[in-house]
């Protein structure tokens, strides 16, 4: 299974942009990108996924490289709700239940 | 809007003792899935579910046990604890809609944080 490789921690200013990275150079063409997050004594909650678009939700958007071996989270105004754990997760179409989750970045924000 | 339900939510057991963790979902998800989480570490897989009377070890599955006789249901059995399965435990369900389908968004529950002293 391909793996991520993500940033151990990252700190940003309330109500600034985001951009949380994570590098999938293994990546193969039937990988969905998958990110979710984990608020404080929290289960994971989904956040967004795609193939090879750049795409867009009411939480955040997805931009993924040309080659697809790296893509970006991007909070576009972050608040203080927004600090949790964000997992890059590669998901194989044909394997629904394999999921490999890495630890994760640690988003702090500074108020 | 109940989701995935998991209890209890605190439990202390002492080594060598047995115990079930409950999990139920309401969303007539077909996929349900057991996953614990060590401190600063990510998920898991412990145990799945891709239907009732089918369950497959996921990549820890030594001292765990589950079955899956409802589409609601998915306990997990631990036996004889150990301070190693110390840990949060969470549960979660997804719905299959095929091979080609990019979503089958994981829902999870709140997590059950088991001590073995």
């Known amino acids: 299974d391909a793996k991520t490789t993500q940033p151990n921690s990252m700190e940003s200013n309330e109500e600034e942009p985001v951009h949380l990275p994570c590098n999938h150079s293994?990546?193969?063409?039937?990988?969905?990108i998958h990110w979710y997050r984990q608020l404080p004594s929290q289960g994971p909650e989904y956040v967004i996924h795609?193939?090879?678009?750049?795409v867009n939700n009411r939480m955040a958007s997805l931009a993924i490289a040309e080659d697809r071996k790296s893509s970006t989270l991007i909070l576009h105004r972050a608040t203080l709700r927004d600090a949790a754990v964000y997992y890059c997760?590669?998901?194989?179409?044909?394997?629904?239940?394999?999921?490999?989750w890495g630890a994760g970045t640690k988003l702090i924000i500074k108020p | 809007n109940a989701g995935v339900t998991q209890t209890p939510k605190f439990r202390i057991l002492k080594i060598g003792q047995s115990m079930t963790l409950q999990c139920t979902q309401d969303?007539?998800?077909?996929?349900m899935y057991w996953y614990r989480q060590d401190p600063g570490m990510g998920l898991k897989l412990i145990y799945y579910?891709?239907?009732?009377?089918?369950?497959d070890k996921g990549e820890v599955p030594n001292g765990y046990n589950v079955s899956r006789s409802t589409t609601e249901d998915f306990p997990l059995r631990l036996e004889l604890a150990a301070p190693s399965q110390t840990s949060v435990y969470f549960c979660?369900?997804?719905?299959?809609?095929?091979?080609?389908?990019?979503?089958?968004?994981?829902?999870f529950g709140e997590g059950s944080w088991l001590t073995v002293v």
């Open positions: 997760i590669l998901r194989d179409a044909d394997s629904n239940y394999q999921l490999i």
């Open positions: 979660a369900s997804s719905a299959d809609r095929g091979r080609f389908y990019s979503g089958n968004t994981i829902y």
């Open positions: 795609g193939l090879t678009s750049n």
């Open positions: 969303m007539n998800h077909n996929y």
């Open positions: 293994t990546i193969s063409g039937t990988d969905y």
């Open positions: 579910s891709v239907g009732a009377g089918i369950t």
